[in-house]
Structure formats: C-alpha cells, structure tokens
C-alpha cells in the first residue's frame, strides 16, 4: 500500500473511532443525565446535559441551514487539503480529528436538530467529545503548516 493509501486509511479509521466515540458518549449522558442536571466527576470537571444550535462551544446559536452548509464547506477543505499530499507526515491524524468531530455533530443536528454537550468545566460553555476532537484537529493542522514554512528555504 502506497503511503498516501495507508495514510487515507488511517485518517479515515480515526475519523470513524471520533464519530463512534461522539455519539456513544452522546448517548450515554443522553440516558442518564436530564437536561440541566450536573454530575460532579472530579475537582472542577462535571457533566452537565445542554443542547446547543451553535458552533462549538455555543458560538453561532441558531444557524441552522447556514451552519450546516458552512460545516459541510469547512469539511470539504480539509479534505481537499488532505487529498492534496495524503503522503504529508502526520496529515491523517487533524483530518481524521476534524472529520469526525464534524460528522458527528452533524448527526446531531440532523437527528435532533441541535447538538449534545455534556463537559462542564468552570467559565467555559459545555462542549463534547466532538467539539475537542475539532478544536484538537485545528491545532494540529496550524502545527503541521508551521512547522512544515520553518523547514522551507527562505527566498530573498
């Protein structure tokens, strides 16, 4: 296998294991939280069940169409830039971050028609395992750009 195959293979199981991690966690706190009640877990950490229209962490409350549409634009990017050089080094992991984490509160939207968030953490809005998967994969992206400019020779 050719290492853009085993690289698209890659971003595309990390892209299934966030999605089914998303929404069996989703899931779980769905059946045994109710709305706007709170578990302590531990020290500052609770799980607090909200539902949100927004982007992640509840920016852009109530886009709904529009928001749709943008993700699915966002979504197509980083595919395109994968598909791009899916031989880049390490290229699979933010694709397979941001992919899923994208999938997976679009399930939402289209099942519920807003998304579950559930990690409660102090003078932060809740989020969900899919919102830090896209927040993480953003990250990871930025770095694998940066880092990739500093190795380039620099004209002058």
Partial sequence: MSAGGRASCLAGAL?????VLDQATKAVVE???????EVEVLGPLKLT?????GVAFGL??????????????ALAFVVWLFARNPARPWMWVPTGLLAGGALGN???R?????????????SWPPFNLADAAITLGVALLILIYLREAEREPRRG
């Avoid at 059946?31 to 009640?37: F, K, N, V």
């Avoid at 069940?49 to 229209?53: G, M, Q, W």
């Avoid at 289209?110 to 102090?122: E, I, K, Q, S, W």
Wanted: one cysteine or more; hydrophobic letters at 55%; charged letters at 15%.
């Fill in 31 to 37: 059946d045994r939280i109710a709305i706007g009640g």
């Fill in 49 to 53: 069940l909200a539902h949100n229209e």
């Fill in 15 to 19: 892209c299934l294991l966030v999605l």
């Fill in 60 to 73: 852009a409350g109530g886009g709904g169409a529009l928001l749709v549409a943008i993700t699915l634009l």
């Fill in 106 to 108: 679009l399930v939402d």
């Fill in 110 to 122: 289209a099942r519920a028609g807003a998304v579950t968030d559930f990690v409660d953490l102090p």
